[in-house]
């Protein structure tokens, strides 16, 4: 498996001149566009990785998974769903466009809109605990307590998240989100947590056992680890998802930092980076990777 992994990279690492990194965050554009890692941790307890693994980078948008599990733990389907769709969108991640047409329900918790309606609804008195609540769910998924976030990244995507703020507001204005501000702060932090490959496969391997940890815990419970594979599925790639479900078929969450989180059920779980980014925000390299990882193992669920 080492062996496949690391040819793997090596065939797809050429690829990343392809894409462009995330540099409306400012922190983003000073990452390496040539790295390309993979990490894969199975049920059966083996450990395999290639590349670029060692490298850390921020969550970004595969923070919304977290954030949809803490929301539904706190509020309750019902609640979180009043608010935010369960349906695909063909749209970017960061549009606006259906907010006007809904009116103001984001259609999916994957897209920014409906991830800052998901944050809004965890609950704590303060910031700072509602953060601390996200940072210890990842801590605990990833089995690694020194997870932290970066900081330089909160202060650039703070100081330049004008599309976010604008559609916080606009949210605010039916009634979906209540502190804009307190949202916001939350939502840039979650953003900012630090991993990398290996937390991002141990992660997903927990979501591929229903929510359990190695020692066989129950961390999250395991109708929620079934739901959001299931928004992974849909709408997890962006509005690239169901290329991505057709030509994969592995449940998967990409963020703009580069990294995928993937899951494949009962199989394992899978961490991916490569920061250069094709233009709809996912990785060049790592969407090759998972494609070709999967056709080689027959992952797909499908």
């Given at each position: 498996m080492k062996a496949f992994l690391e040819e793997l990279v090596n065939q797809h690492r050429p690829?990343?001149?392809?894409?462009?990194?995330?540099d409306y965050i400012p922190q983003l554009s000073e990452q390496d566009?040539?790295?390309l890692g993979i990490s894969v941790r199975t049920c059966d307890g083996e450990v395999y990785s290639a590349g670029d693994c060692p490298e850390r980078f921020?969550?970004?948008s595969i923070s919304k998974v977290i954030t949809l599990i803490l929301a539904l733990m706190d509020r309750g389907g019902e609640a979180v769903f009043e608010r935010v769709g369960m349906e695909p969108t063909g749209d970017p991640f960061n549009s606006i466009y259906k907010l006007e047409q809904a009116p103001g329900k984001?259609?999916?918790?994957?897209?920014?809109?409906?991830?800052?309606?998901?944050?809004?609804?965890i609950k704590g008195s303060t910031v700072e605990e509602r953060v601390g609540r996200v940072l210890s769910l990842v801590r605990r998924m990833a089995e690694n307590p020194k997870i932290e976030l970066d900081h330089a990244v909160y202060y650039s995507e703070r100081a330049t998240g004008f599309r976010?703020?604008?559609?916080?507001?606009?949210?605010?204005?039916?009634?979906?989100?209540?502190?804009?501000e307190a949202t916001l702060e939350l939502y840039f932090q979650q953003c900012s947590i630090a991993i990398n490959c290996d937390d991002l496969a141990q992660m997903g391997l927990c979501l591929a056992r229903?929510?359990?940890?190695?020692a066989g815990e129950q961390v999250i419970p395991r109708e929620l680890a079934r739901l959001v594979k299931t928004f992974m599925v849909t709408c997890g790639m962006y509005n690239a998802s169901g290329e991505f479900a057709i030509l994969a078929g592995i449940p998967a969450k990409s963020g703009v930092s580069g990294g995928i989180l993937a899951s494949v059920p009962e199989r394992m779980g899978i961490g991916v980076f490569g920061p250069a980014l094709d233009e709809k925000g996912n990785s060049v390299g790592g969407v090759r990777l998972l494609k070709g990882l999967s056709r080689e193992l027959n992952l797909s669920i499908f």
């Amino acid at each position: 498996m080492k062996a496949f992994l690391e040819e793997l990279v090596n065939q797809h690492r050429p690829s990343v001149g392809e894409g462009k990194l995330a540099d409306y965050i400012p922190q983003l554009s000073e990452q390496d566009p040539t790295a390309l890692g993979i990490s894969v941790r199975t049920c059966d307890g083996e450990v395999y990785s290639a590349g670029d693994c060692p490298e850390r980078f921020t969550m970004q948008s595969i923070s919304k998974v977290i954030t949809l599990i803490l929301a539904l733990m706190d509020r309750g389907g019902e609640a979180v769903f009043e608010r935010v769709g369960m349906e695909p969108t063909g749209d970017p991640f960061n549009s606006i466009y259906k907010l006007e047409q809904a009116p103001g329900k984001p259609l999916n918790p994957m897209i920014n809109a409906g991830a800052l309606v998901v944050s809004s609804l965890i609950k704590g008195s303060t910031v700072e605990e509602r953060v601390g609540r996200v940072l210890s769910l990842v801590r605990r998924m990833a089995e690694n307590p020194k997870i932290e976030l970066d900081h330089a990244v909160y202060y650039s995507e703070r100081a330049t998240g004008f599309r976010n703020r604008s559609m916080a507001y606009f949210l605010k204005e039916f009634g979906m989100i209540e502190d804009v501000e307190a949202t916001l702060e939350l939502y840039f932090q979650q953003c900012s947590i630090a991993i990398n490959c290996d937390d991002l496969a141990q992660m997903g391997l927990c979501l591929a056992r229903l929510g359990q940890n190695d020692a066989g815990e129950q961390v999250i419970p395991r109708e929620l680890a079934r739901l959001v594979k299931t928004f992974m599925v849909t709408c997890g790639m962006y509005n690239a998802s169901g290329e991505f479900a057709i030509l994969a078929g592995i449940p998967a969450k990409s963020g703009v930092s580069g990294g995928i989180l993937a899951s494949v059920p009962e199989r394992m779980g899978i961490g991916v980076f490569g920061p250069a980014l094709d233009e709809k925000g996912n990785s060049v390299g790592g969407v090759r990777l998972l494609k070709g990882l999967s056709r080689e193992l027959n992952l797909s669920i499908f």
